[in-house]
């Protein structure tokens, strides 16, 4: 069965400090695609990065950095020198290449304190 | 290109009443599909379908239909609303390819009184 856990329900950090959000995620298949989506308060759903599984570059996106381990079956995300504007409900997803469906995990809420 | 487009955006209604979410796509992707998301739980994944004619549960899948009679339109059936599926839901659509994004829709916020 595929799952994906995102241990940290709640986060706060005062703003231009570092902060990492956990993602593990679980799959039997060799072949899968992982995600981050980024839902601000406004309520959208905002995609920000996706990796396959043969991929475990990780990836840096201006204040935005990912990675990826497969050893340890974790999807990890980065945000350095955070601000208030990261505040928002960030979700990682995984999508298996056998059924196509997507699966999310349960979300972490990030508060960028001023 | 509107993307992806659900309606209605809100939507009240007693229990045992029926409706049906509708979502659109403009962009020929062959895969389409509804969350529903509630505070602590996440995007649940109710019902998905690659294509026309195909659908499959996904995790939440009781008490509500779907069908995919075209590439375009992924309706979403609420046949008897009950309290328990006050929520705000989401319609998404990819291609098949699993590297490519899901692209959502702005949402519609169901309350069941």
């Known amino acids: 069965a595929q799952k994906v856990t995102q241990a940290q329900t709640e986060i706060s950090v005062v703003e231009k400090e570092d902060v990492t959000l956990d993602c593990v995620y679980e799959?039997?298949?060799?072949?899968?695609?992982l995600f981050w989506y980024k839902q601000p308060p406004s309520g959208e759903l905002v995609f920000l990065i996706r990796?396959?599984?043969?991929?475990?570059q990780n990836e840096i996106s201006g204040r935005y950095s990912w990675n990826f381990q497969k050893s340890t079956s974790s999807f990890n995300f980065t945000i350095t020198a955070s601000q208030v504007v990261d505040s928002a409900v960030y979700f990682c997803?995984?999508?298996?290449?056998?059924?196509?469906?997507?699966?999310f995990g349960k979300g972490t809420r990030l508060h960028i304190l001023p | 290109n509107a993307g992806v487009t659900q309606t209605p955006k809100f939507q009240v209604l007693k229990t045992g009443q029926s409706m049906t979410l509708q979502c659109a796509q403009d962009?020929?992707?062959?895969?389409m599909s509804w969350y529903r998301q509630d505070p602590g739980m996440g995007l649940r994944l109710i019902h998905y379908?690659?294509?026309?004619?195909?659908?499959d549960q996904g995790e939440v899948p009781n008490g509500y239909n779907v069908s995919r009679s075209t590439t375009e339109d992924f309706p979403l059936r609420l046949l008897s609303a009950a309290p328990s599926q006050t929520s705000v839901y989401f319609c998404?659509?990819?291609?098949?390819?699993?590297?490519?994004?899901?692209?959502f829709g702005q949402g519609t916020r169901l309350t069941v009184v």
């Open positions: 998404a659509s990819s291609y098949r390819s699993g590297n490519t994004e899901a692209f």
């Open positions: 799959t039997r298949d060799t072949t899968y695609y």
């Open positions: 990796r396959n599984s043969f991929d475990e």
């Open positions: 997803a995984l999508r298996m290449n056998r059924d196509d469906k997507i699966i």
């Open positions: 962009m020929n992707h062959e895969y």
């Open positions: 379908s690659v294509g026309a004619g195909i659908t």
